[in-house]
Nanobody, 126 residues
Framework: QVQLVESGGGLVQAGGSLNLSCAASGDNFSNYAMSWFRQAPGKEREFVAGIAWSTGHTRYGDSVEGRFAISRDNANNAVYLQMNSLKPEDTATYYC???????????????????WGQGTQVTVSS
């Protein structure tokens, strides 16, 4: 059974940085795409960044391009999201998600993802 566990959220001032982690277990993730989504109260779930596990190909949402970086650690089955130059509008619950058919394309559609973590809260104060 696939499990995704996020960590690393917290409270940070605008302009600061946070590094989120997603520990993945329960399968061989070489054919997966792993992504981060976020959801703020009253808003739809938004694609943040994704990475194809086998190729390392990455994709970013427009609002975070150039500020966030996604990476993976094959040895530890972990995915990271380094968030820099944080803004108050980045405040949301951040979710790790896994698409078990993501070897070719990293999709931004949350409906294509098969497994989700429980989320970690990120709050950016102004």
């Amino acid at each position: 059974q696939v499990q995704l566990v996020e960590s690393g959220g917290g409270l940070v001032q605008a302009g600061g940085s946070l590094n989120l982690s997603c520990a993945a277990s329960g399968d061989n993730f070489s054919n997966y795409a792993m992504s981060w989504f976020r959801q703020a109260p009253g808003k739809e779930r938004e694609f943040v960044a994704g990475i194809a596990w086998s190729t390392g190909h990455t994709r970013y949402g427009d609002s975070v391009e150039g500020r966030f970086a996604i990476s993976r650690d094959n040895a530890n089955n972990a995915v990271y999201l380094q968030m820099n130059s944080l803004k108050p509008e980045d405040t949301a619950t951040y979710y790790c998600a896994a698409d078990d058919w993501g070897i070719v394309v990293v999709t931004a559609d949350p409906n294509e993802y098969d497994f989700w973590g429980q989320g970690t809260q990120v709050t950016v104060s102004s």
